[in-house]
């Protein structure tokens, strides 16, 4: 046998936070308890049948066997463009502007290897998704927190951050409609992020894979729609949360050339695209008809509806969303992120996620999902009603 020693990069993984939560959740689930997850965003309704049938044709094609190309299909990043001009008004160079990614994560953590040394320093949202921090920190980089504040509407103050850090900053992460918080951007907002960009000479990645989840009417911006972003930064997108296909890893990137080509060189190196046949099936998710979308936002606002005004009427506090399927939810006076989130679950089954997970800003919140049906998020608010908090 020999000493099996793992690099430092793994070594300095910070702490996972939801480990004695899993824990308690193996507890509850030993005493015969019914557990109601209500803490993973992860869609619980079925693909669109017509994006399955895409599947099943392309995988019989003896062509979608072999290799793909790294950057994705002519086909899959035309459809891309053709879906960004129709969806955002943006034109994008399908050649340059857009790559393919087997899901937006695996953009999102392998960018940092191409614009990050040792020692450079990344911005990011606390709150936030944790995969900009942890591939900042496997590419060496150092880590500038911009807290979301309740305040602020959960926008990063970027007036608040230091001249210095500001200076020597690379890049910046930023995500709206945003996970956990659920929070929106402005296009004022996006504005600022361009000027900031621009004086600093930060590259800004913006996660948009919630823009398509939005309710009452709501159409979330892009930030390339902002003059000068494709000059500053580049967008990640995703098929995951807007057509149920979560578990199929397909998702894109598109905006500055240079910072596209960079990532598409990065990812040639170490992976060999996404199945062709899962892009085909991609290609008809973007190009048909967008009617199960439309159907889909408005079971999540049903749901949304009922959960917020049976978890309002408990007296919980939190913004009712625009945009994604969470509630970012205030802990009730006298517990801390972990103590309620423990509570809810050993009393009632209940699994939320505790604020803290998602970086020191987040404590005192819990995220909360609405990817269950109706009579599950019923059921929930009625066990937290008969136990109380
Ligand atoms: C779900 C999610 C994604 C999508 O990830 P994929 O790898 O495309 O499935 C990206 N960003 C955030 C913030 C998410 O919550």
Request: hydrophobic residues 40%; charged residues 25%; neutral net charge.
């Amino acid at each position: 046998m020999i000493k099996i020693e793992t690099s430092d990069r793994l070594n300095n993984l910070p702490p996972y936070l939801f480990k004695e939560i899993d824990r308690q959740k193996g507890e509850v689930r030993k005493k015969g308890m019914d557990i109601i997850d209500l803490g993973v965003g992860d869609p619980d309704l079925p693909t669109p049948p017509h994006i399955i049938d895409a599947l099943k044709k392309a995988v019989e094609d003896s062509t979608n066997h072999r290799y793909p190309s790294y950057s994705g299909m002519d086909d899959f990043n035309a459809a891309v463009a053709g879906w960004y001009k129709r969806r955002f008004g943006v034109d994008l160079d399908v050649g340059k502007e857009v790559v393919t990614l087997i899901g937006s994560k695996e953009g999102i953590a392998h960018i940092p290897l191409a614009f990050i040394n040792p020692g450079d320093t990344a911005l990011i949202t606390s709150p936030g998704y944790p995969v900009p921090s942890i591939g900042v920190g496997f590419a060496g980089g150092k880590i500038y927190f911009m807290d979301l504040l309740k305040e602020n509407h959960f926008l990063p103050d970027l007036e608040a951050i230091p001249d210095d850090v500001a200076r020597r900053a690379k890049m910046m992460f930023i995500n709206y409609p945003n996970n956990p918080t659920s929070a929106v951007a402005t296009e004022a907002f996006f504005k600022k992020v361009v000027s900031f960009a621009k004086s600093n000479n930060i590259l800004v990645c913006h996660d948009a894979a919630y823009t398509e989840l939005a309710f009452d009417g709501y159409k979330p911006i892009s930030f390339l729609q902002i003059k000068g972003a494709k000059g500053v930064g580049i967008e990640f997108h995703s098929l995951s949360k807007t057509y149920n296909m979560t578990g199929w890893r397909l998702g894109f990137a598109v905006g500055h050339k240079a910072v596209i080509q960079a990532l598409g060189r990065i990812k040639s190196n170490i992976d060999s695209g996404a199945f062709q046949a899962i892009q085909v099936a991609g290609i008809a998710a973007m190009e048909s008809d967008q009617s199960c979308l439309k159907e889909l936002n408005q079971t999540y606002a049903r749901r949304r509806d009922v959960l917020a005004d049976g978890l309002m009427d408990l007296g919980l506090k939190f913004d009712k969303p625009k945009a994604t399927f969470y509630f970012w939810i205030e802990v009730p006076k006298g517990y801390t992120s972990a103590e309620f989130t423990s509570h809810l679950l050993l009393k009632t089954g209940v699994v939320v996620t505790p604020g803290n997970g998602f970086g020191q800003a987040g404590e005192g919140y819990v995220r909360m999902t609405f990817t269950l049906g109706m009579e599950r998020l019923k059921e929930a608010v009625e066990r937290i009603r008969s136990v109380g908090f």
